[in-house]
């Protein structure tokens, strides 16, 4: 399997510049050939990212955390991709749970956000997810096909896709899914891709596990063959847990991951 682990760090609203720089001037893993790091960070830090990234001996990609459905014009408050790329943002969030609870986004505006993203060369991240109450009555399945039918009907993505699975339950709560209650979920998730890509192609996509990662938790998940890395939200935003959280994920043997029955 060639897929690289991703550990992505999502700040949300969060942090300050010179937290930024501190997080940045700390955080440092080596050898990390077969991981790599994603900083979501909110936009405004964009320039000061740019710029320290730039001396950074232990690489993190930049990563956004939303993007306009507009590619330019007169849309007050929106940042286009073409805004991201010029700022070397590598990745960007699209259907976070708490942009679709918060912030009404449609299936459209995501639809949207996933062409932009696309034809600037960014690799969005699609996030999908069932809430409790969901999947209390098992219909786990349901919304996550929903959730990739809204956006990839009728034709496969035309660029790369990573999807982060989060159980909305598990989004800042303290209760993740533990690690083989996901990795069923994201053999499934895998199975459904199929539906819009090749068997091979399906092997390539990255499906990350993300709700209440943590450096102690973190790679339990990277143990499972469906589980490419981790989308991480408070436990990210100290350097020092980050760096022990990558280094507990770059320590797993994924040659052996758990046998599946
Ligand atoms: P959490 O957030 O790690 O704080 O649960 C994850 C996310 O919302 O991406």
Known sequence: MTRTQLVMANWKQQGSEPALKHWLSEVSVPDLAKLSRVLCVPL?????LRQQRATLQSPVLAGAQLVSAWSGGAYTGEVSAAMLREFGV??????????????????DSRRAQLAALWQQGITPVLCVGETAAQHQQGQTFAVLWQQLAEVLDPQPAPGPLVLAYEPVFAI???????????????QQLRQLLQHWYSAADCQQIRILYGGSVNSNNAAEYLRYPDIDGVLVGSGSLKADSFNTLCRAIAAVNTSQCVALP
């Open 44 to 48: 405004p830090y964009l320039a000061a």
């Open 90 to 107: 590598a990745y960007t969030l699209v259907g976070h749970s708490e942009r679709r609870q918060w912030l009404q986004e449609t299936a």
């Open 172 to 186: 800042g709560s303290g209760q993740p899914l533990s690690a083989p209650d996901a990795q069923q979920v994201h």
